[in-house]
């Protein structure tokens, strides 16, 4: 199957930027659609941004449009996140997760996830 594992967070002032990976191991990770998603204490699991298994189709959560760039590299099998303008409000842990079937926003029908990494951001 596949292993994800994240890494990038830190604790940023607002306005800085950061950016996040996902290194997968396993099988075939270029027939996967990949997504972030993020938790912050208190509140459910959302969808950040997600990209189609070949690249060209991404999909981002209004909160982060014009912030945030989703992109992967399959030959090193590894996705990005790169986010700028960070505020208060993205802090969270941050989760890499993997569907072979279907790029959705839907945290519950991702198949593999990764342990997380957390992205705190002070005012």
């Known amino acids: 199957q596949v292993q994800l594992v994240e890494s990038g967070g830190g604790l940023v002032q607002a306005g800085d930027s950061l950016r996040l990976s996902c290194a997968a191991s396993?099988?075939?990770?270029?027939?996967?659609?990949m997504a972030w998603f993020r938790q912050a204490p208190g509140k459910e699991r959302e969808f950040v941004a997600g990209?189609?298994?070949?690249?060209?189709?991404?999909r981002y959560a209004d909160s982060v449009k014009g912030r945030f760039t989703i992109s992967r590299d399959n030959a090193k099998s590894t996705m990005y996140l790169q986010m700028n303008s960070l505020q208060p409000e993205d802090t969270a842990v941050y989760y890499c997760?993997?569907?072979?079937?279907?790029?959705?926003?839907?945290?519950?029908?991702?198949?593999?996830w990764g342990q997380g990494t957390q992205v705190t951001v002070s005012s």
């Open positions: 396993g099988r075939t990770f270029s027939s996967y659609n």
């Open positions: 997760a993997a569907n072979k079937n279907l790029l959705t926003t839907n945290h519950r029908l991702y198949d593999y």
């Open positions: 990209i189609s298994w070949g690249g060209g189709s991404t």
